[in-house]
């Protein structure tokens, strides 16, 4: 359902109309920041998580390995909060900003509060405590910072994507939050869109868009006869060979995606990872349906299916596209995309061999391929998937 909102409207009392506002075309992201650093509490954090009530500014472009954070605050016991602000002109931005917001949840969860003082005072920031006690001079500061360091361990952070004017692929930005594995949070999607006033003032009205606290397990279903392994042991219970190949993986998918060029700028894209597969969410409720690209470098294949989670609206909506559309689908996946098996609504694959994929020119046709490959499958499926997900959901009331 498209959202739609109502223009404020400027009522003086010495004028007899209102006076309807029009949203600003000159604010950008760096004014964006500073309105949300020189007023914190505009933005709506009791109504993503109460635990974050009277989260403080503390500086804006906090430096960390995944790049500045926007704006970082804390609240006066010591949980960190984490704003992304992006104008929503740029649709790219819809792909990015997830991974960029989680990717700085993770530098974090590698801290303790030392570390937030000595980069806050490259900012400017000589004393967080201070900072903190300026408002609230009954914190405790050994309490104060015995709580940041667990939050930071523990990942206990509130993530917030602040945008100025959120009008579509909301859906998709949750896509990007279960495409990310098991990660804990608070997430808040806010639309501040601001407007002109009379007078040369500006009015800002920020508004909860969506909010979860993500903590997502992911079980992937596997067409029968493919295996793929998953490595999810420590590191010093890994033998060198078996750290190789992940090692050897990650460097595949590294460089799989950076030939990739979607066309859709919604779709998700996952980042690098060791195991011997990547995953492509598609809009269905739960991420349970998605696009499972592979690699099997014992056969020197490569190849791509769409798949799905048992008895979910992901698997329902498969089994009706293919059951429906199965003909038209595979005529616009093209090449040699078939059917996985002999079940009437079998989802598709596609599969090429190219052989050593250690050699640097096989690798990189190989690349190509599964680079192309995907992007159509992503083309193809994705509207289909969608379609095939709202008529389900109509269709159940």
Request: glycine share 8%; proline share 6%.
């Given at each position: 359902?498209?959202?739609?909102?109502?223009?404020?409207?400027?009522?003086?009392?010495?004028q007899?109309?209102?006076?309807?506002?029009?949203?600003?075309?000159?604010?950008?992201?760096?004014?964006?920041?500073?309105?949300?650093?020189?007023?914190?509490?505009?933005?709506?954090?009791?109504?993503?998580?109460?635990?974050?009530?009277?989260?403080?500014?503390?500086?804006?472009?906090?430096?960390?390995?995944?790049?500045?954070?926007?704006?970082?605050?804390?609240?006066?016991?010591?949980?960190?909060?984490?704003?992304?602000?992006?104008?929503?002109?740029?649709?790219?931005?819809?792909?990015?900003?997830?991974?960029?917001?989680?990717?700085?949840?993770?530098?974090?969860?590698?801290?303790?509060?030392?570390?937030?003082?000595?980069?806050?005072?490259?900012?400017?920031?000589?004393?967080?405590?201070?900072?903190?006690?300026?408002?609230?001079?009954?914190?405790?500061?050994?309490?104060?910072?015995?709580?940041?360091?667990?939050?930071?361990?523990?990942?206990?952070?509130?993530l917030?994507?602040?945008?100025?004017?959120?009008?579509?692929?909301v859906?998709?930005?949750?896509?990007?939050?279960?495409?990310?594995?098991?990660l804990?949070?608070?997430?808040?999607?806010?639309?501040?869109?601001?407007?002109?006033?009379?007078?040369?003032?500006?009015?800002?009205?920020?508004?909860?868009?969506?909010?979860?606290?993500?903590?997502?397990?992911?079980?992937?279903?596997?067409?029968?006869?493919?295996?793929?392994?998953?490595e999810?042991?420590?590191?010093?219970?890994?033998?060198?060979?078996?750290?190789?190949?992940?090692?050897?993986?990650?460097q595949?998918?590294?460089?799989?995606?950076?030939?990739?060029?979607?066309?859709?700028?919604?779709?998700?894209?996952?980042?690098?990872?060791?195991q011997?597969?990547?995953?492509?969410?598609?809009?269905?409720?739960?991420?349970?349906?998605?696009?499972?690209?592979?690699?099997?470098?014992?056969?020197?294949?490569?190849?791509?299916?769409?798949?799905?989670?048992?008895?979910?609206?992901?698997?329902?909506?498969?089994?009706?596209?293919m059951?429906?559309?199965?003909?038209?689908?595979l005529?616009?996946?093209?090449?040699?995309?078939?059917?996985?098996?002999?079940?009437?609504?079998?989802?598709?694959?596609?599969?090429?061999?190219?052989?050593?994929?250690?050699?640097?020119?096989?690798?990189?046709?190989?690349?190509?391929?599964?680079?192309?490959?995907?992007?159509?499958?992503?083309?193809?499926?994705?509207?289909?998937?969608?379609?095939?997900?709202?008529?389900?959901?109509?269709?159940?009331?």
């Open positions: 359902m498209t959202r739609q909102h109502g223009h404020p409207v400027f009522i003086s009392p010495d007899s109309e209102g006076v309807s506002l029009v949203k600003s075309s000159e604010f950008n992201e760096v004014q964006l920041q500073q309105l949300v650093h020189d007023h914190p509490e505009a933005l709506p954090i009791t109504e993503i998580d109460p635990a974050f009530e009277g989260a403080i500014s503390i500086c804006r472009e906090l430096n960390t390995p995944a790049g500045p954070i926007d704006n970082f605050l804390i609240t006066p016991s010591g949980l960190p909060v984490i704003v992304e602000c992006k104008l929503w002109r740029n649709p790219q931005a819809r792909r990015e900003v997830v991974g960029q917001v989680l990717d700085y949840a993770k530098e974090l969860s590698r801290w303790t509060s030392a570390d937030i003082e000595r980069e806050a005072a490259r900012r400017g920031v000589p004393s967080i405590i201070d900072l903190v006690r300026a408002r609230h001079p009954e914190v405790d500061e050994a309490a104060f910072h015995d709580t940041l360091t667990t939050s930071l361990e523990r990942g206990r952070c509130l917030i994507i602040l945008g100025d004017g959120i009008r579509g692929g859906e998709a930005i949750f896509e990007h939050l279960h495409d990310q594995g098991a804990q949070f608070s997430f808040g999607l806010v639309e501040m869109p601001i407007y002109d006033a009379p007078g040369g003032g500006q009015l800002a009205l920020p508004r909860v868009l969506a909010k979860a606290l993500v903590e997502v397990r992911r079980v992937i279903e596997l067409p029968v006869g493919l295996g793929l392994e998953d999810t042991q420590a590191d010093d219970q890994i033998d060198p060979d078996t750290r190789a190949l992940g090692d050897d993986r990650a595949f998918w590294s460089e799989f995606l950076a030939v990739l060029d979607l066309d859709d700028p919604d779709q998700p894209t996952p980042r690098a990872t060791r011997g597969f990547i995953a492509f969410v598609l809009p269905a409720p739960g991420a349970t349906a998605w696009i499972n690209v592979y690699r099997d470098i014992t056969k020197g294949t490569v190849g791509l299916y769409l798949t799905y989670t048992r008895e979910t609206v992901g698997a329902k909506a498969v089994e009706v596209l059951r429906e559309r199965a003909d038209d689908i005529v616009d996946l093209g090449e040699t995309a078939t059917r996985y098996d002999a079940k009437d609504w079998s989802p598709p694959i596609d599969e090429r061999h190219f052989g050593d994929l250690s050699d640097a020119t096989i690798r990189a046709e190989a690349l190509a391929w599964l680079a192309d490959r995907t992007n159509t499958f992503v083309d193809v499926l994705r509207p289909a998937i969608r379609s095939a997900v709202a008529d389900i959901e109509e269709a159940d009331g």
